[in-house]
């Protein structure tokens, strides 16, 4: 391209996305297109037709995108850009037949192209096809390993995602001992080896890897990690203070305020406050200015953990000062939080309002103010902070998943008729389809039915694997529940797999786009057929193979928020296995404590009628046309029957899968300072 055809293609990309060409319409860019191409040279209008793409794509004409990225594709077909943005359109919209097409034809005119290989890969394994997978890294082998490196590394996470870590572990190993000059590398495989549980084979890994590349950061701080996690209680702060005195050595000077601020949190865990604080000192001393306020709000949560308030509100009135403006809200945000701690929840109240007027665009803050009101017990004030939180932030998942819960007072009905306008608006959020699974698991709700609940499940990981709460809440059907032992579960027709093929198709329902597997059709218009046994029954035994797979699943995903997943993850230092093990022994307890809840709401689900009834209800909700926008009245359930002399519950205990966690939220003053602390700040951490 010559300086003046790229100077033409550069204005034009300009005129195309100022505000003037969006203000005049879809109409006004195709004549501006069509003039500039007629100026250009034939050989850059692919470039164009690709611009032009991207825009029918932002305006919903998917008809004409497919067009133009086609035209893109045959003009210039060894740009490997125009496949791969048309190869995510189609993935987008859910044609991942055609998407693998696509892909095919781009590596065909881009052989061994590394974003293209590891797009396929990817694709590919998200379908399930593993096989296809690799035969598609096996073409690499006659590549130089400095040009293939990356994609062999995604072959090596690839089989670790799919549990063959003997296979992953060879990868590595190759890896490691072919390409060792590449920092990735060596992190990727003591993630993986910390994934596993094996945290000494990680910290060894790390340290060869520090002895390779002493200037790559990362690894560092991976180290520092493991080495508190592995090192005896009475040798572990001499071990990390060396690791940190020999990291600042060799480390770039951009990264010595992180390594102290890492240093402090672990002098804190250890309760070495005077070596926190030097530590932070020392932070402070090597940071740049525009980044002091995170190590003002580490020291405030230090010394809010050994209960000097009066230390911990000077430091955050320092990062307040210190601050940018953009970042101004989260520390307005964290001083509310130690308000509230104190016990002054106006004073909470009107920090965060003002932090709502000076920072519209932070989601964070609103939920906050909600969640404030929630804990002070005043469900009315949250419920009115949660839809205006909305009117601003539409599309927050997180927001539509506490309304839904908020609801659960007002009944079921409100509660299907949100979620339902939570689906229309944000169709890929997992904390919503979290939200629908607790509906259709509470034992008291009219519509609990474990089969929906078990798919919604499916789709809340698959949208945001990264929501614990959702591997926790799959937890609660296949924890057994002792004596006899024995999880929840649905029986109606073979047990699927938490990622089944069939659960990544999509259907578009107006502009929106919902999971072909929840629309109503799912459940079916007739009842099931299956009674003996009833479709929502106890079964003995979960399956192995499927227990093992949500676990990988959720090793692979690392979760890292949800409020049932920082109640199990009582430190920082637990492993993703180890918060799952944490999980399963508090489900444990709560169905030993429960199991005459769930053993009538399964024996009141059972009837045929309720059963009918509640599948209509909750396949209404799935419904985003405005024919079905008021939904199916849920049916009136008669009281759950339980044994005389049981503990009292009601439907309000069970809106999560910890009864105990649920009744803390509702109880807030009657907890200690550390369960007040843990509930307001949850596992929210200050990340350098």
């Known amino acids: ?70 035209m893109a594709t045959e003009q210039q077909p060894t740009a490997p850009q125009a496949w791969l943005e048309f190869a995510k359109m189609e993935e987008e919209r859910g044609h991942f037949g055609r998407c693998q097409r696509i892909l095919t034809l781009g590596l065909q005119h881009c052989p061994y192209h590394e974003a293209l290989m590891l797009k396929g890969i990817k694709h590919l394994e998200r379908m399930g096809e593993l096989p296809t997978a690799r035969s598609l890294l096996s073409q690499l082998r006659l590549v130089p390993i400095n040009q293939s490196w990356r994609t062999v590394l995604e072959g090596a996470l690839l089989e670790a995602r799919a549990g063959e870590t003997h296979m992953a572990r060879r990868v590595f190993k190759f890896l490691l001992s072919s390409a060792p000059w590449y920092g990735p590398v060596w992190y990727e495989a003591c993630r993986f080896e910390q994934r596993c549980n094996h945290l000494h084979e990680a910290l060894r890994v790390a340290e060869e890897g520090l002895r390779q590349l002493p200037r790559y950061g990362p690894l560092w701080f991976c180290a520092l990690r493991l080495l508190e996690c592995v090192t005896p209680r009475g040798e572990v702060m001499a071990a990390t203070r060396a690791h940190v005195e020999r990291g600042v050595r060799h480390i770039s000077k951009d990264l010595v305020w992180k390594l102290w601020f890492e240093s402090a949190q672990v002098e804190e865990r250890s309760g070495q406050l005077l070596r926190s604080r030097a530590a932070y000192v020392k932070s402070v001393a090597a940071c740049a200015p ?154 008291f709700s009219a519509c609990f039915n474990l089969e929906a609940a078990h798919s919604f499940l499916d789709f809340a990981i698959e949208f945001t694997p990264q929501y614990g709460d959702s591997f926790i809440e799959y937890l609660r059907m296949q924890v057994p529940n002792p004596s006899p032992s024995s999880p929840l579960r649905c029986t109606s027709g073979p047990t699927k797999s938490t990622r089944a093929p069939h659960a990544r198709r999509v259907v578009a329902c107006g502009d929106h786009r919902l999971p072909r597997s929840v629309h109503p059709a799912l459940f079916g218009a007739q009842p099931s057929p299956c009674t003996h046994p009833p479709p929502l029954q106890m079964l003995i035994g979960a399956p192995e193979s499927e227990m093992e797979r949500l676990w990988q699943l959720c090793v692979n995903a690392e979760p890292n928020y949800g409020t049932l997943w920082f109640h199990c993850k009582s430190t920082v230092l637990l492993t993703t296995r180890q918060v799952l093990e944490a999980a399963t022994a508090m489900l444990e307890r709560e169905m030993r404590e429960w199991k005459h809840v769930y053993r009538a709401a399964v024996a009141r689900a059972a009837r045929p009628d309720l059963s009918s009834a509640a599948i209509a209800a909750v396949s209404a909700a799935m419904c985003t046309d405005g024919a079905a926008e008021h939904g199916v009245p849920p049916p009136t359930a008669p009281p759950l029957q339980l044994p005389a002399g049981t503990p009292p519950a009601d439907a309000a205990d069970f809106v999560t899968g910890c009864v105990a966690l649920n009744r803390m939220n509702r109880q807030i003053q009657r907890l200690s300072f550390d369960e007040r602390r843990a509930l307001i700040y949850g596992g929210d951490l200050i990340v350098p």
Request: proline share 3%; net charge positive; charged share 30%.
């Open 290 to 443: 525009n980044l002091r306020w995170k190590v003002w709000l580490g020291g405030a949560r230090t010394e809010l953990s050994h209960s000097r308030f009066d230390v911990s509100q000077a430091l955050l009135e320092r990062a307040l000062e210190e601050s940018p403006p953009k970042t101004r809200a989260i520390v307005m945000l964290e001083q509310s939080r130690l308000h509230e701690l104190r016990g002054d929840v106006e004073a909470a109240r009107r920090l965060l309002r003002a932090a709502r007027q000076s920072s519209r665009s932070e989601w964070k803050v609103f939920l906050e103010s909600l969640l404030l009101e929630v804990r002070a017990e005043c469900t009315d004030r949250a419920l009115r902070e949660a839809r205006r939180a909305l009117e601003v932030h539409r599309g927050t998942g997180r927001l539509w998943a506490v309304l839904i819960q908020l609801e659960q007072p007002a009944g079921i009905h409100t509660q299907l008729r949100v979620f339902q306008q939570a689906l229309l608006e944000v169709p890929k959020s997992g904390e919503v389809w979290c939200e629908g699974a607790r509906i259709c698991l509470n034992p």
């Open 1 to 70: 391209m010559s300086p003046r055809t790229r100077g033409m293609y550069k204005d034009f990309s300009h005129a195309l996305r100022s505000k003037e060409t969006q203000s005049r319409g879809i109409r006004f860019a195709k004549e501006l297109a069509a003039r500039c191409m007629a100026e250009m040279p034939k050989a850059v209008h692919w470039r164009v037709h690709l611009e032009m793409a991207d825009l029918a794509k932002r305006e919903k004409d998917f008809a004409d995108a497919r067009r133009l990225y086609r």
